[in-house]
């Protein structure tokens, strides 16, 4: 067993993948105080608020780094699905994204909400809007994957609704925060050790 050392100005993450290979039993949708609103081809910048807000303390990053164009053709394609989850007052306080464009599996590319709403049982609410539009006739797979860097109950979360986990990977890359995509202060629970330059 070795430790392998990570450079300052990088991050390094444990990402599990996770799947159904058979539609769960249908279960009634918890009820919440929130709706999802579905974002038909939405503009770049309005997508970025968005995932920011539900996104930094977990270090997403990775639409961040897209041109406008390929983060347009990735969210205007008519097999992706965008949803806002959104408050009684019209805030937008999550995200969904359901990937189709694999034939026969339906990912959920992006799935979370505000961190201020931790611990309120929406992530359930959330979950199970989910799979009920996951599921279209014609899917086999339903997968998702999370990293050691999201919410730290997040990966039994995921089983708890029934997901497996089916692989796990090494991921390492430059901290968000040391290129200026996020702020220093972001995700306060993963040191931000900037490079030494």
């Given at each position: 067993m070795g430790l392998i050392a990570v450079a300052p100005g990088q991050l390094a993450t444990i990402v599990t993948t996770l799947e159904m290979r058979a539609r769960p039993l249908p279960r009634p949708i918890p009820p919440a105080p929130?709706?999802?609103e579905r974002w038909s081809a939405p503009e770049p910048a309005r997508y970025r608020a968005l995932f920011r807000r539900v996104g930094t303390r977990w270090l997403w990053f990775s639409r961040l780094t897209l041109a406008e164009a390929e983060l347009a053709r990735i969210i205007g394609?008519?097999?992706?699905?965008?949803?806002?989850?959104?408050?009684?007052?019209?805030?937008?306080?999550?995200?969904l994204e359901l990937d189709r464009r694999v034939g026969g599996a339906c990912e959920f590319g992006y799935f979370a909400l505000v961190?201020?709403?931790a611990g309120q049982g929406l992530g359930r609410w959330l979950m199970a809007e989910a799979l009920a539009r996951a599921w279209a006739p014609g899917v086999e797979r339903v997968w998702v994957h999370?990293?050691?860097?999201?919410?730290?109950?997040?990966?039994n979360f995921y089983r708890a609704q029934g997901f497996t986990a089916v692989a796990r990977t090494i991921e390492t890359f430059d901290d968000p925060r040391a290129l200026g995509m996020l702020p220093e202060d972001a995700a306060p629970q993963v040191p931000y050790l900037a490079s030494r330059r």
């Open positions: 929130l709706r999802l394609d008519p097999a992706v699905e965008v949803y806002a989850a959104v408050d009684r007052r019209g805030i937008e306080v999550g995200m961190p201020e709403l999370t990293c050691t860097l999201d919410h730290p109950s997040a990966l």
